[in-house]
């Protein structure tokens, strides 16, 4: 059985880090495209970073470019995603997935999906 499983979620004031991680069990992460989306109430998810095993690629959305920095580790199975500079609208669930296409986090419902771990930006 597949399972992504979040950590590293919580409070903290705006201007402050948070690092998320993802660890990933029964998967192997090299053949597929890790990343982290994110889902604040009544808005759509979205994708935020991206690692694209399959061609070494790296996504950002424009939104976070130049704040958040994503890190595979396919050695431990993880990917972590490093939070600075936070702001309020950057409060959401965020959720790691696998997408098994390789070169591109699609969001797709078939993809592998962590629970999601809580952000909470405070002003």
């Known amino acids: 059985e597949v399972q992504l499983v979040e950590s590293g979620g919580g409070l903290v004031q705006a201007g402050g880090s948070l690092r998320l991680s993802c660890t990933g069990s029964?998967?192997?992460?090299?053949?597929?495209?890790v990343g982290w989306f994110r889902q604040a109430p009544g808005k759509e998810r979205e994708m935020i970073s991206c690692?694209?095993?399959?061609?070494?690629?790296?996504y950002y959305a424009d939104s976070v470019k130049g704040r958040f920095t994503i890190s595979p580790d396919n050695s431990l199975n993880t990917v972590s995603l490093h939070m600075r500079s936070l702001k309020p609208e950057d409060s959401a669930v965020y959720y790691c997935?696998?997408?098994?296409?390789?070169?591109?986090?699609?969001?797709?419902?078939?993809?592998?999906w962590g629970r999601g771990t809580q952000v909470t930006v405070s002003p």
């Open positions: 997935s696998a997408d098994p296409g390789g070169y591109y986090c699609s969001g797709a419902a078939e993809d592998y």
């Open positions: 029964g998967i192997h992460f090299e053949n597929y495209a």
């Open positions: 690692f694209a095993n399959s061609d070494g690629k790296t």
